[in-house]
């Protein structure tokens, strides 16, 4: 257990241990009148994972709760809220009072919870960037090893800064993740510095920011197409000069569509297991798709846990 | 034989098949002192897939040829050419005679190489838009598919009428490859239309511009995420009403890096194995990366073929 605690976490089953052992948090269901969601919610706390808080229709959630046979234990747990937007103000409130430090969506329109988070006033923001990081189990010849995507849900179309904020977020994860120092890729089409594409200027100038001890805690190549940032046959045969190449520990990609489509390549092309979770507030927030299976749903609140640990 | 060349082919292997029995084309080799270029070409046309043309510098190649045990039979192959322009000039100029029907870069910066290609007076362009079209071998549980993703390679970011191009090329290449109307998926991080990311506008646009019959042999649909685009599961889970989700044989990136990484993103994640040819001029045009395996050489020199074989 001791190396479990201390070490790099290279998989998700010891992602899910490394969370068990580090306490069980409140996690906030809003529009908890979702099986899935609320199956995910008592799975997670079932194995010592997170504490159950359920903000939906009081009677369409215990309604639930009686389908899968969970009806007494949990039942103390239902907070009545009416209506969507009523039950993401009510989580986002017990997240600013301490009284949840996970927040995760169930029936719920995913940009209208996504409003009452990011409200400057009353929301959740924490003076930073929220985005998602999406963790994939990628399977290499030298064993499993966790590679970080990001952002494929927040931020459609990033400038610099965001960016820069972008990577801050995710280092954070890695650094929870046991990662001292993780190497970061900004993703392209290439690895020519070129005008035509203008992501590579981005990239040049953030590496530049990197070796210059503007962005610490991490070193950042870019930058790299897929290939090289991954793959070391590949750094190997196009004999690049890069800290990073071939050893990626965060894909970093120009935009949310690149991201987005490089997470969901790794599920359902590739069959990696994965989690993501949005960060950068107050709380970590879980946005399980609909078509997520139930482990990617536990691995997502392991990983919400590990955040709010990071943090104390 | 007689179900393999007039089916739909569902495989690399059942593309290399169809390709050997349509008949041995020339393929221009520029800069062909390369060497795994030069064993490509050497491959194909031991297996009777094209006849090579190779030009270079005559010393360096006969030396490549001898060290492969090839160079009494090939040497009257050879035409001597200094310079990397020379040589690319030299190889369109075989493409615009028909002397050659496939040109392949060898030892030659692919830039200089696709501007010779480009040139309006000079190149080999055929008043169309010319593409990358890069062909996968998707493993699923209902067997190989092959799935295709446009365009990792030329344009950086099409606009609307580019994008139509490019789709026009790939619907070329998925009918060479026996589907008669390609579902085509419009990619974006999301199926929702929304102004905050522009592509899921053009995206609609053209979905509709399908449905009138304006962009005809294929049907199309977007925006889709991946999932929505490849996963059967996915489509259904989500209940999205669409004529592509689930099965789409073509996958149209909103940009180059989009593109690019979800196509490496099947080679060094998935695993899958594939072919890449430029289409859309008067010959298609291979740029083989140096990382790329010897039998993804030979099934992009069959995709030409089979490309060429379409026109006749």
Same sequence: chains 1, 2.
Avoid: W
């Avoid at 201390?6 to 089953?13: A, F, K, Q, W």
């Avoid at 996504?114 to 030298?142: H, N, P, Q, T, Y």
């Avoid at 190549?221 to 004999?239: F, H, Q, T, W």
């Amino acid at each position: 257990v001791s190396t479990i605690e201390t070490g790099v976490i290279r998989d998700l089953d010891a992602l899910l241990e490394r969370a068990r052992g580090a306490g069980d948090r409140s996690i906030a269901v809003v529009g908890a009148q979702n099986k899935t969601a609320l199956a995910a919610a008592l799975g997670a706390e079932r194995i010592g994972l997170a504490r159950a808080v359920l903000i939906g229709s009081k009677s369409l959630v215990e309604g639930l709760l009686r389908e899968v046979s969970a009806g007494s234990s949990f039942a103390d747990r239902v907070i009545d809220c009416a209506g969507e937007v009523e039950c993401a103000r009510l989580g986002v409130q017990l997240v600013r009072s301490g009284e949840a430090r996970i927040l995760m969506k169930g029936s719920m329109d995913t940009s209208a919870l996504m409003k009452v988070v990011l409200d400057s006033a009353e929301g959740i923001r924490a003076g930073r960037l929220l985005s998602d990081v999406f963790v994939c189990e990628v399977r290499r010849a030298d064993g499993p090893r966790l590679v970080l995507i990001t952002d494929g849900g927040v931020t459609p179309h990033p400038d610099r800064q965001q960016k820069i904020e972008i990577i801050r977020n995710a280092v954070e994860v890695a650094h929870a993740l046991g990662l001292e120092c993780p190497k970061v890729a900004l993703l392209s089409a290439t690895e020519r510095v070129t005008p035509a594409i203008p992501s590579t200027l981005d990239a040049a100038i953030i590496t530049q920011m990197n070796r210059r001890g503007q962005i610490p805690g991490c070193v950042i190549d870019g930058p790299l197409a897929l290939d090289l940032a991954v793959s070391p046959e590949s750094a190997e045969v196009k004999r690049i000069d890069s800290p990073v190449a071939g050893e990626a520990d965060i894909l970093v990609a120009p935009d949310i569509e690149v991201a987005n489509v490089l997470a969901k390549s790794t599920t359902y092309f590739a069959g990696f297991r994965s989690a993501h979770v949005i960060i950068g507030g107050r709380a970590p927030v879980l946005i399980p798709s609909r078509a997520d299976a139930m482990e990617a749903k536990l691995f997502s609140i392991a990983l919400g846990v590990i955040m709010c640990a990071e943090k104390e």
